[in-house]
């Protein structure tokens, strides 16, 4: 740590750093703790860290205390060590990696806007601060996507909280209003036969993955094909965690969920003429002797996938094939558990927007029976013949025998005895 440390305290000996007079700083596997005297005993604490300056800040925090003096006001924190503060508790809780680039790019963002605004400390971030950042966010960004990030920063100022960073949270009390769910477009079986149909390669064979089993784009590119079992009377794809990097963290499923899925007969046919050339069952796009042992980039798939849609005149994304495959599975009367035990976890908004599709096509179902039943009503009543109203409709109007449906002509039409 090549810095000046005359302005925050200085190095003492054996790779410690002292912070006033009775507290000192060192780093162990990453992490800062701290050194401090408590009566009889020395005391090392960890500072949850792996942050220098914040790790400063909190060794002060520490000194204060100890001294007796007037501690130091919470919320004089620096914004942006607060968030890398988050980032390295979040990172030390084993977060997924997608899951940490959304937090990392959110609060990033958050505290560039607040630098822009003169906002540079924890104390002085308020309700407007906070607002005016999600009022830039909402111009062209969907509302789900504006609550998510939203709910992103109330996590980390409540962690600011608790780590004494801030005396309270500016959005304490306040509730953040969970936008309704609003049903969104699904490709229909025929438009996914015709983007698999037209995709080459790797690439057919991962679109046939999503759409048939409801596969995550991330759990497509991580299956191997010690993954697959494609013999015997029920062919499954198993979704697992494994190691990727040697000595990396391993892939997990989302919320670290792992299940065995089915697999339908056109995905075995296809799975069963991959070469098993390498260990992933979707080789790397690219090919280069650096990256061939490395699972394919999804976002090569997305940039693909654009292009193909692009030749069928049709929009999505990668996830689109996961939304279509549970709409078209609902709609053909799987139920929700099953649902769930091929797909993993569905967020609950996901869930409420499939049980909506459900009500509507059960709405659609009521009224083609209903027009069935008003068809076939009118098929049974009897014609106009040459002499007009036939006899027994004229003596049901007058209270005539044929009102009980003695007439053999009324029960033969009716499906009577006769």
């Known amino acids: 740590m090549a810095r000046n440390h005359s302005q925050h305290g200085e190095r003492a000996g054996g790779g410690y750093e002292r912070i006033g007079e009775r507290v000192s700083i060192f780093v162990k596997g ?3 703790y701290a050194n401090h005297q408590e009566g009889p005993k020395q005391k090392r604490t960890s500072l949850r860290t792996r942050n220098h300056e914040v790790a400063r800040q909190k060794a002060r925090a520490i000194e204060a205390e100890l001294s007796g003096a007037v501690p130091r006001q919470a919320g004089t924190f620096d914004i942006a060590a607060a968030v890398q503060a988050y980032i390295d508790w979040q990172d030390s809780n ?24 003169g906002v540079r400390l924890m104390h002085a971030i308020t309700t407007q601060t906070i607002d005016e950042f999600a009022v830039r966010r909402r111009d062209g ?13 109330r996590q980390w100022l409540n962690f600011a909280v608790t780590r004494r960073m801030l005396n309270a949270s500016p959005v304490a009390g306040t509730k953040l209003v969970k936008p309704k769910p609003t049903p ?17 390669g790797p690439y057919k064979a991962a679109y046939l ?3 048939e089993t409801g596969m995550r784009v991330g759990e497509v590119v991580h299956l191997t094909h010690d993954d697959l079992t494609l013999d015997g009377p029920a062919p499954v794809a198993h979704i697992r965690a494994k190691e990727v ?32 050339r390498r260990r992933w069952v979707i080789d790397r796009m690219n090919g280069t002797a650096a990256t061939a042992n490395q699972p394919a ?39 929700f558990f099953t649902l769930r035990r091929w797909v993993g976890h569905i967020d609950e908004e996901a869930l409420k927007i499939y049980v909506h599709i459900a009500d509507e096509q059960a709405q659609v179902t009521m009224r083609q029976l209903a027009e069935r039943r008003q068809a076939a009503g ?4 009897p014609g106009r013949g040459r002499k007009g109203i036939s006899t027994v409709s004229a003596q049901s109007r007058r209270g005539g025998r044929g009102t009980v449906g003695g007439s053999a002509k009324f029960q033969q039409s009716h499906g009577g005895k006769r």
């Open 30 to 32: 990453r992490v800062w």
């Open 94 to 117: 084993d977060r997924a990696p997608k899951t940490m680039v959304k937090y990392r790019d959110v609060l990033t963002r958050f505290a560039a806007h607040c630098r822009d605004a």
């Open 141 to 153: 960004m969907a509302a789900k996507t504006v609550y998510t990030e939203l709910t992103i920063i």
């Open 184 to 200: 969104r477009d699904y490709w229909r079986q025929d438009k996914l036969d015709a983007i698999v149909d037209t995709a080459k």
């Open 209 to 211: 993955l999503m759409s």
């Open 245 to 276: 990097v040697a000595g990396a963290k391993p892939w997990r499923p989302k919320n670290g969920e792992e299940r065995a899925v089915p697999l339908s007969p056109r995905a075995v046919a296809l799975l069963s003429t991959l070469p098993r």
């Open 297 to 335: 980039n999804d976002r090569h798939i997305l940039s693909y996938l654009k292009t193909v849609l692009a030749k069928l005149g049709l929009e999505g994304t990668n996830h689109k094939f996961r939304h279509s495959f549970c709409t078209i599975a609902v709609l053909a009367g799987v139920d």
């Open 378 to 381: 009118r098929a049974a009543k």
